[in-house]
Every structure is written in structure tokens, then in C-alpha cells.
């Protein structure tokens, strides 16, 4: 169950077939730790006695053995409509809840999802209601887990929340106090992630044009005049900022800037070309983005194994990071925005590429080199175009228009360190 993500273009993180415990972590890397939502994260208390032994609403908890032990609780309530919703905890790694995107009784059959983290969770409810008999399904790996109906005596406390991480000071003009670059010989051909973990900055086989195209939030064809060995030879980055605080993505960006101008003797001017790019607008029936559960000053953003394809997994993200991962991963020419959505969100799109999506060279997928041609077919998701349409209510339409592009006038492979 627990494995190690893929590689990624991108910034932050590529979450591959993981665990649910290791998504937490990640998120811990990302912004220092999770703030609790209490406004979204609030259920009634456990109840001395249901109502029937057939209702759910209540609170669960049980074990989850993933490698570790981790206490886990639902809590159930009933929604306007006399329906089910919950909030999901892992006490043993964070005080945060995760509301629930659906909560089913179907007989004695209960089913709950988590799109969030690609978790599902099916079981049976006991005869006395006492109990769900059930597997917690991440990614393709099922755990047993059988949730209990707690008591107020045998319910377990939720942490209460650490204060939040201190952020970098939004006029901070930010550096990187110590950086140290080293070759990487490993063979990888792309990023294999871009990670702030507290105050520390690390990236691992990065190119000098992934790193512009992150810092200057353009697509690689908007990187002209470069030598071959831009793209060709591959670093791995450790660096601290000399400011105290977790830094915002423009921060980082902007720190970034500078190592590239410090140690590569990067020196470009910006220039506009005509170019095939890609429009992103909002549908005819709007928007369907959540708004998101987490807090924090950076996204989590990645990849993982979906429903007859693969998932972009965007947590607590901007459309603007939405873009740059699509432009720089995903996609073979840029991408503008013109949705003139604001603010973060939480959300999932599931879709089969195409040869021209991921450099010709897309992550592996489920049923990939099985022959079934009933499995492939039951399993087959749309292309991005029409995932982001029907998942996200977004419209990506490609046309030619005028880009901004990096024009390279000098650049020297890094000094040493």
C-alpha cells in the first residue's frame, strides 16, 4: 500500500497509487501542517443510543493496520434531505477532518468516498448495528477496517489543532540563504518533484527549463535560443530561504529566480510569438469546483492512477496553479486563462490521454498490458477535454494567439557549490 510517487514536471507533488497516510504526510510537507476546518469539520457528538441499530448517524471509529496503526473516525449525520453526510479523521496524524463527498445505506451495505484522496470504504452493518465489517480502498489497495459505534465512554479525542505554521512575510522580497546543486545521473527525464518541506526547498532531477518554466509560469515552448542541454541535464536542488516563515508559490518563484541568475548565469529578455495555445473558460452551465478543505499558503498538486485512466488531483489550488501544471506537464502548448475564477479549490478530474498529452510518454494507468478488451472497455475514461467539461464544468479550446516568451541570451551550466 505505501509507494513511493512517481516522477512529475510539476511543482510540489506527484501522488502515484499511495496510501491515504502518506497523502497526509505529504500535505504536512506541503504547509507545515493542516489547520483544521471547524466550520466544515463539525458533527453532532456520539449518541449514548441510536435511534434504530439501522441508522447510521453516529460516531465510528476503528483501526486501520496500513504499515502503521491509525485511528481512524466518522462521524455521521443526517443531511437536509434525510440522506447521510460525514466527516472523515486520522487522529494519529493530524486534527483535521475531510467532509465526506458521499455517505450510502443500502440495506446493510455502507459505502463512503473521499475523492480528495481517491478513498473508498465499503462494509456491511452488523445485525445489532453495533458494527461496519468493511475495506478501506486507496488507489487499488484494500485494507480491512471494521468501524465501531462509539459510545461517550469509549469515544476517542480528536487533537486539538497545533497553531498554524508561520507564513514568510507577504512583502518579504525572499533569497535562498544556502543552495546546494549536484548532478543527477539517475537516467530520469523529467522533474521527479518540487517539494517545500517546512522552510527547506528540494527539488530532484530538475531541469534548468523546468525550472523557468516554473518560475516564470510558462510552457517549454515559450523558451527559445537555449542550448541542448537546458532540458537534457538534470540537478537535484536542496536549498533554505534566508526569511523566517513558510514561503507563498510566488515567494518561491521568486527565489527560484534568483539561484538561476546567481548560479547559472541565466540572462533572458521577454519577447511575444504567435503561437498554438490553449484557452481555458468556464461551461455554459458554470463551474462545478468545491471550494477547498484545506488552508494553507501552497497547493498540493499531482497525479495518480483513476477509473480506467489517470487522475489530476489539485488540493487547495488556484486555477492559475491549475493552468501552469496542465502547461508544463501535461500539455504540449500553453494555456491561458480566461475563466476568471478566483480563490482555492479542491478537485479531481479522471481522463484518458491522448500521444500528444505527457511528451508522448503518459504515467501508467489501470488495466495497462491487460489484453482483457472487456476490463479496458468498463474502465475507459474520456479525454481531458471532456472530463474537464463534465467533472469541472471548464472548457479547454485550443487557438492561435500572441504568447509572452523567454528569450535566452546567456546561460552557463551551475557553478559549484
Known amino acids: 500500500m505505501f509507494k513511493i510517487p512517481g516522477s512529475s514536471r510539476f511543482h510540489l507533488f506527484l501522488f502515484a497509487s499511495c496510501s491515504f497516510a502518506f497523502v497526509i504526510l505529504a500535505l504536512f510537507m506541503l504547509s507545515g501542517h493542516l489547520n483544521t476546518v471547524r466550520a466544515q469539520a463539525t458533527a453532532a457528538p456520539a449518541q449514548a443510543s441510536p435511534v434504530s441499530p439501522h441508522d447510521i448517524a453516529d460516531t465510528w471509529q476503528g483501526t486501520l493496520h496500513a504499515g502503521q496503526d491509525l485511528r481512524t473516525i466518522v462521524k455521521i449525520t443526517k443531511d437536509d434531505k434525510g440522506g447521510y453526510k460525514g466527516v472523515f479523521y486520522t487522529i494519529d496524524q493530524s486534527s483535521q477532518g475531510f467532509n465526506l463527498d458521499s455517505v450510502v445505506l443500502s440495506g446493510q451495505d455502507v459505502k463512503m468516498t473521499l475523492k480528495i484522496f481517491n478513498?473508498?470504504?465499503e462494509g456491511r452493518?452488523?445485525?445489532?448495528?453495533?458494527?461496519?465489517?468493511?475495506?478501506?480502498?486507496?488507489?487499488?489497495?484494500?485494507?480491512p477496517l471494521v468501524l465501531t459505534r462509539a459510545t461517550p465512554e469509549t469515544t476517542w479525542e480528536i487533537p486539538k489543532p497545533e497553531p498554524p505554521p508561520k507564513p514568510m512575510a507577504a512583502d518579504a522580497d525572499p533569497s535562498f540563504e544556502v543552495a546546494t546543486i549536484k548532478p543527477n545521473n539517475s537516467g530520469a527525464t523529467s522533474m521527479q518533484g518540487l517539494v517545500i518541506r517546512g522552510r527547506k526547498f528540494m527539488t530532484r532531477a530538475s531541469s534548468l527549463g523546468d525550472l523557468i518554466s516554473f518560475a516564470y509560469e510558462v510552457q517549454a515552448k515559450q523558451i527559445v535560443n537555449a542550448p541542448d542541454w537546458l532540458d537534457k541535464d538534470?540537478?537535484?536542488?536542496?536549498?533554505?530561504?534566508?526569511?523566517?516563515?513558510?514561503?507563498?508559490?510566488?515567494?518561491?518563484?521568486i527565489m527560484i529566480r534568483k539561484l538561476m541568475t546567481d548560479r547559472f548565469g541565466l540572462k533572458f529578455h521577454h519577447d511575444k510569438r504567435d503561437m498554438s495555445a490553449y484557452v481555458l473558460t468556464v461551461g455554459k452551465d458554470g463551474n462545478k469546483l468545491k471550494p477547498t478543505q484545506i488552508h494553507g499558503n501552497l497547493p498540493g498538486i499531482g497525479i495518480r492512477p483513476g477509473t480506467g485512466g489517470i487522475t489530476l488531483n489539485m488540493i487547495n489550488a488556484t486555477?492559475?496553479?491549475f493552468t501552469g501544471f496542465l502547461q508544463i506537464l501535461v500539455l504540449d502548448r500553453p494555456?491561458?486563462?480566461?475563466?476568471?475564477?478566483?480563490?482555492?479549490y479542491d478537485y479531481q478530474c479522471t481522463f484518458t490521454p491522448d500521444d500528444s498529452q505527457f511528451g508522448g510518454h503518459p504515467p501508467p494507468m489501470p488495466n495497462q498490458g491487460n489484453n482483457s478488451s472487456t476490463d479496458t472497455a468498463a474502465a475507459a475514461a474520456p479525454s481531458l477535454y471532456d472530463a474537464l467539461q463534465q467533472e469541472l464544468g471548464l472548457k479547454l479550446s485550443a487557438e492561435k494567439t500572441a504568447v509572452d516568451v523567454i528569450a535566452i541570451d546567456q546561460v552557463q551550466k551551475p557553478t559549484a557549490n
Open 119 to 121: 478513498l473508498t470504504y
Open 125 to 143: 452493518l452488523s445485525a445489532d448495528g453495533k458494527t461496519i465489517d468493511g475495506n478501506s480502498n486507496q488507489g487499488g489497495g484494500s485494507v
Open 234 to 253: 538534470r540537478y537535484d536542488i536542496e536549498a533554505v530561504p534566508e526569511q523566517e516563515g513558510v514561503p507563498n508559490p510566488e515567494q518561491i518563484r
Open 319 to 321: 486555477i492559475g496553479d
Open 335 to 344: 494555456v491561458v486563462d480566461k475563466t476568471g475564477i478566483q480563490g482555492r
